[in-house]
């Protein structure tokens, strides 16, 4: 970093701090502040001896080693806000722990957003400045220059001014930023795009950037994912049935995943396209919702409380999407194998209303080998009182021996609970099929009687 550069913002603290140029200062708020929050985040990590100082200005005196470029940027910064009266948004500041954000690396887009709202809350007029400032900023310097100027940006198109921007300063420069190779670009523009739909005539335009939000469901990172899930949730009821569909199969597929919030919002989100399938698409979709009644049931059970209730909720949308009334016993919250006689009536309310039940127990057995143990536990109890309900004809023609070797190798689970209950559901399964042969051939036997003449 050039020492011109420390020298001007130390020499800035210094004006800020004089009482004779406040007029100016307010003037100039605008590009002062600007210029503060964008050497504030050039200076992270820095330290003096980064600094090119020339050679023989210091030659008596050391600087010392708790000083750095990044003090000299915080002090000039905090002063301006106070010069300018801006007394609220400094103690917001102080309040959120904003100054310690704008000092991180990875927060410092935190700190940034946090600034720009609180201008926008306490003084409208300097906000307005700042946005009409920032329009031909967003395209200077490099990165770190960008994500500052961009970061508050976004923040202000919340405001109604906004809307008088035209849409390639906002709009088209959201959807460059939301295939952006740096993920901070993304969760920028996802960020301006939420604060866009606060104005109903903007959805129209955000409504053709669903592909791109929608392929954004598969990044890596959290934050992106869940403002992406946050955004479809607003344009669900402006998307087609295609594309209702795919976004379903692909929220289908977060269910129990290891990030919980994802998980979590995953399912809302579900739930809520349910709601929006037209009457004439219903039957196409009807293979989807039944496919997500297992993972519900199950993860109804989950150790997250808040997973477990959404689960049952979405849950109750499928049962009203294929006009089905659940037994009570879906929505109690003790653990299931407390009450199995409650686990058995909802065995037999699935087993009468599902047909193809061997694919239910499939389905089942895969979440034997779930990472969570509540999830293990109340899969085997379910595939071991769900077997009696099962076609007796397709089970026996298929077997059983793909059931019990999963069943088997839980007996020697480190978890005694899992052992005894698997142990319980391996001899449910051997039962049913004992008991289907002698029943089948007490109604062959009858079929021939009643063939016979009296």
Same mark, same amino acid.
């Given at each position: ?15 800020? $701090? ?10 100039? &708020? ?32 050391? $600087?010392?080693?708790?000083? +750095?470029? %990044? ?20 103690? @917001? ?50 990165? *770190? ?22 849409? =390639?300063?906002? &709009? ?11 993920? &901070? ?9 939420? !604060? ?13 950037? %669903? ?31 295609? /594309? ?5 199969? /692909? ?10 919030? =994802?998980?979590?919002?995953?399912? /809302? ?19 989807? $919702? ?23 909720? $979405?849950? +109750? @949308? ?12 879906? #929505? ?13 009536? @909802? ?9 193809? !039940? ?8 895969? &979440? ?20 009696? #309900? ?29 052992? @005894? ?5 391996? #001899?449910?399964? *051997? /039962? ?17 009687? !009643?063939?016979?003449? =009296?």
């Amino acid at each position: 970093m050039a020492y011109e550069t420390v020298a001007a913002t130390d020499a800035l603290y210094e004006v800020f $701090v004089g009482n004779k140029l406040r007029a100016a200062t307010y003037r100039l &708020f605008p590009q002062l502040l600007m210029t503060l929050l964008i050497q504030i985040h050039h200076s992270i990590g820095l330290t003096m001896s980064d600094v090119a100082i020339p050679h023989g200005l210091y030659t008596e005196q050391k $600087v010392s080693s708790e000083v +750095t470029p %990044l003090c000299f940027a915080i002090q000039a910064t905090k002063t301006l806000l106070l010069r300018t009266w801006c007394w609220k948004e400094f103690s @917001i500041m102080e309040k959120n722990k904003g100054w310690t954000l704008l000092e991180e690396r990875d927060l410092h887009l935190q700190g940034v957003s946090l600034l720009a709202n609180a201008l926008l809350e306490r003084n409208h007029l300097l906000a307005h400045k700042i946005m009409y400032l920032l329009v031909p900023l967003l395209n200077r310097g490099n990165d *770190r220059h960008k994500l500052t100027s961009a970061g508050f940006f976004v923040e202000l198109l919340q405001c109604p001014v906004a809307r008088r921007l035209p849409r =390639i300063y906002s &709009f088209a420069r959201l959807k460059d930023w939301l295939h952006h190779g740096n993920n &901070f670009f993304k969760i920028i523009a996802l960020k301006g795009l939420q !604060n866009l739909l606060k104005h109903p005539e903007m959805k129209e335009d955000i409504k053709s950037l %669903l592909p791109s939000i929608l392929d954004l469901l598969g990044e890596t990172d959290e934050k992106i994912v869940l403002m992406a899930i946050q955004i479809l949730l607003q344009l669900i009821g402006m998307m087609d049935f295609t /594309t209702l569909a795919a976004m379903m199969r /692909t929220l289908f597929s977060f269910f129990g995943d290891v990030r919980p919030d =994802i998980h979590l919002f995953s399912m /809302t989100l579900f739930g809520a396209s349910i709601k929006f399938v037209k009457y004439t698409d219903k039957k196409n979709v009807e293979n989807q $919702v039944l496919d997500s009644l297992v993972p519900l049931l199950l993860y109804s059970q989950d150790e997250n409380n808040e997973i477990a209730e959404e689960s049952r909720h $979405v849950l +109750t @949308i499928c049962a009203q999407f294929l006009k089905w009334k659940l037994p009570q016993e879906v #929505y109690c919250k003790d653990p299931w194998y407390i009450r199995p006689s409650g686990v058995e009536k @909802i065995c037999k309310f699935f087993g009468e209303k599902c047909k193809g !039940n061997v694919s239910i127990l499939e389905q089942t057995l895969t &979440f034997t080998k779930d990472a969570k143990l509540p999830i293990r536990r109340t899969a085997v109890l379910f595939v071991g009182l769900f077997s009696k #309900y099962v076609d007796r004809t397709e089970l026996r023609m298929k077997g059983t021996d793909w059931i019990e070797n999963d069943l088997r190798d839980l007996l020697h689970d480190p978890e005694p609970s899992l052992r @005894i209950i698997a142990s319980q559901a391996l #001899y449910r399964v *051997r /039962t049913t099929v004992t008991e289907a042969e002698p029943m089948q051939t007490v109604s062959g036997i009858r079929k021939l009687m !009643n063939c016979l003449p =009296i």
